[in-house]
């Protein structure tokens, strides 16, 4: 059977960090076998994944990052099904289109004599292009921390256990 080698491109496309973090994870879930054991542990003591979790610092405990990062791997796989969020959501897009509709139109009846109607388009067009390339870069690099820090949690959660070889 002939093996495909990853390239350089392949190995920072957004799908293959979505699988390595999902995987990370799966790998977490399928070695911590008593989750609980994970409210004792602080977070303080482990500089990695403390770096950046600023936000998540007063919860205290392992426990709740392993629930947060099963929660971001479910919502990876099946789509992020918070009602109120998406309500939430919509009202804003709401108040932004009524916003950007009434900036919108007096910028263009003021620069309509400057810029012609495909100018403004390609001018989207590559603004949007440039979100895209600024949000999948942001994505992918979210990815590969959430991938290291479930790979910390597991290895410390062996720690705990005393089985820090194990499995290697």
């Known amino acids: 059977m002939m093996q495909l080698t990853e390239t350089t491109a392949q190995r920072n496309s957004l799908f293959n960090a979505m699988n390595r973090f999902i995987g990370a994870v799966n790998n977490m879930d399928q070695t911590v076998m008593v989750p609980s054991l994970l409210r004792d542990v602080p977070l303080e003591e482990d500089r990695e994944m403390t770096k950046s979790l600023k936000s998540y610092e007063d919860e205290g405990d392992m426990y709740s990052y392993y629930q ?3 929660s971001i791997r479910r919502d990876i796989e099946w789509g992020v099904r918070c009602a109120a969020a998406d309500e939430r959501r919509k009202e804003s897009m709401k108040i ?7 900036s919108t139109s007096s910028s263009i009846s003021s620069s309509s004599s400057s ?3 495909e100018d403004e388009e390609e001018e989207e067009e590559e603004d949007l292009q440039k979100q895209f390339q600024y949000h999948l870069t942001g994505l992918q690099g979210v990815l590969s921390k959430l991938t290291k820090q479930a790979n910390v ?10 089985i820090g070889g194990w499995g290697q």
């Open 115 to 117: 810029l012609s109607e």
């Open 153 to 162: 949690l597991t290895k410390r959660y062996k720690q705990e256990l005393g």
């Open 96 to 102: 932004r289109r009524m916003n950007s509709s009434a």
């Open 68 to 70: 947060l990062l099963k």
